[in-house]
């Protein structure tokens, strides 16, 4: 699957009253290169992904369903783990803000998703949302 993303720091919180809240827990078993493989849970749903990243804007991935079981047994084989709530703030286009835990305590960045690259080129930014960091170490996904 191919997703088209941008990423912003985020200068202000918008209400999040209401907006659906999912606390996503990830362990990461390869960052180098563009290439990211991880674990990553989120509620009663565990998998494994590998994404690949072809620009700033543009990564590929794969997702396979994985048990419980099998989330925790590759959990132990690495410390490199993220902790974040994720909500959703809209679908169209998808719009979900990250707070995250840990080691990027205070981190808050949001996430605009989009079907082609010319709606992300044509995107204007929420007035909420500050800087731009799609091309910087802040948006990779390994953060």
């Known amino acids: 699957m191919q997703t088209i993303t941008r990423k912003f720091l985020v200068k202000q919180l918008p209400d999040l009253i209401g907006k659906k809240h999912l606390i996503q827990n990830r362990f990461y078993l390869y960052h180098k290169n563009g290439i990211v493989v991880r674990a990553q849970s989120s509620g009663d749903n565990f998998d494994l992904e590998r994404k690949v ?43 979900v803000l990250r707070m995250y835990h840990g080691k990027f305590e205070g981190l808050v960045r949001v996430e605009v998703r989009f079907s082609i690259v010319e709606e992300a080129n044509q995107y204007i930014p929420l007035e909420w949302m500050g800087d731009e960091i799609t091309s910087t170490l802040l948006a990779k996904d390994y953060t």
């Open 53 to 95: 990243s072809k620009t700033a804007l543009i990564r590929e991935s794969e997702k396979i369903a994985i048990t419980k079981d099998e989330f925790e047994v590759i959990c132990k084989k690495t410390t490199d783990n993220i902790i974040r709530d994720s909500y959703i703030i809209s679908e169209i286009p998808y719009i």
